[in-house]
């Protein structure tokens, strides 16, 4: 069974640009969870799709957003993007049944922004 | 409010040591689950255990082995007789019921010298 595939491994951009990136998650899986990770702020939560439905969505300001399709794959969309944007971004899925089950995470996307 | 706390931020041990990986977390949920991931220097986080707040047994799987304590609000993970492969940042982290979202504490960075 594939993984967890993230798109694109690596991308760099300019303040102000937006960026998409994008998940496909473990065959079956329905829920997709997104993250970023950077060396000040450690793992921190995006968001969390079930369902094609954000269920939930952690600290981050409005330039951040997602979606999932009816395929379970999810995209992340970051607008106005800022040098503190630069992290590595994961993408985890898991059958979705709120924690009871395992999280398997994509290789993710390194974002840089200068 | 849900906190993971990882207070070792590096250990360098020799091979053939044993080392332990203390996690601490703080939740007011009776039901939680609770993860260890590894993160090898590639990059993508690996699962290696999940636990659900009911079930205190330990378990092993080879040279791995975690102590979930509730009395302590607890769980640690035990690297028996480590190996070079051992070195990588390990992430605990803490789910609620009913939602994929994961909280993660800062890691722990092993290093196994040869």
């Known amino acids: 069974k594939a993984g967890v595939t993230q798109t694109p491994r690596y991308l760099i951009k300019t303040r102000g640009q937006q960026v998409t990136l994008s998940c496909s998650p473990i065959?079956?899986?329905?829920?997709v969870s997104w993250y970023q990770q950077t060396p000040g702020q450690g793992l921190q939560f995006l968001f969390e799709?079930?369902?094609?439905?954000?269920?939930n969505k952690g600290n981050f300001p409005g330039r951040f957003s997602g979606r999932q399709f009816s395929n379970s794959r999810s995209e992340m969309n970051v607008s106005t993007l800022e040098l503190g944007d630069s992290a590595l971004y994961l993408c985890?899925?898991?059958?979705?049944?709120?924690?009871?089950?395992?999280?398997?995470f994509g290789p993710g996307t390194r974002l840089t922004v200068l | 409010a849900q906190k993971v706390t990882q207070a070792q931020t590096e250990i360098s041990v020799v091979e053939k040591e044993d080392v332990t990986l203390d996690c601490v977390y703080e939740?007011?949920?009776?039901?939680?689950?609770l993860f260890w991931y590894k993160q090898p220097p590639s990059g993508e986080l690996v699962f290696l255990i999940r636990?659900?707040?009911?079930?205190?047994q330990n378990e092993i799987s080879g040279r791995y082995s975690w102590n979930f304590q509730k009395s302590t609000s607890s769980f640690n993970f035990t690297i028996t007789a480590s190996q070079v492969v051992d070195s990588a940042v390990y992430f605990c982290?803490?789910?609620?019921?009913?939602?994929?979202?994961?909280?993660f504490g800062t890691g722990t960075r092993l290093q196994v010298f040869p």
């Open positions: 985890a899925s898991s059958l979705g049944s709120g924690g009871r089950d395992e999280q398997f």
């Open positions: 982290a803490l789910s609620a019921y009913n939602t994929d979202k994961l909280i």
């Open positions: 636990r659900n707040s009911f079930d205190e």
């Open positions: 939740t007011r949920d009776t039901t939680y689950y």
């Open positions: 799709y079930f369902s094609e439905t954000q269920r």
């Open positions: 065959s079956g899986h329905r829920s």
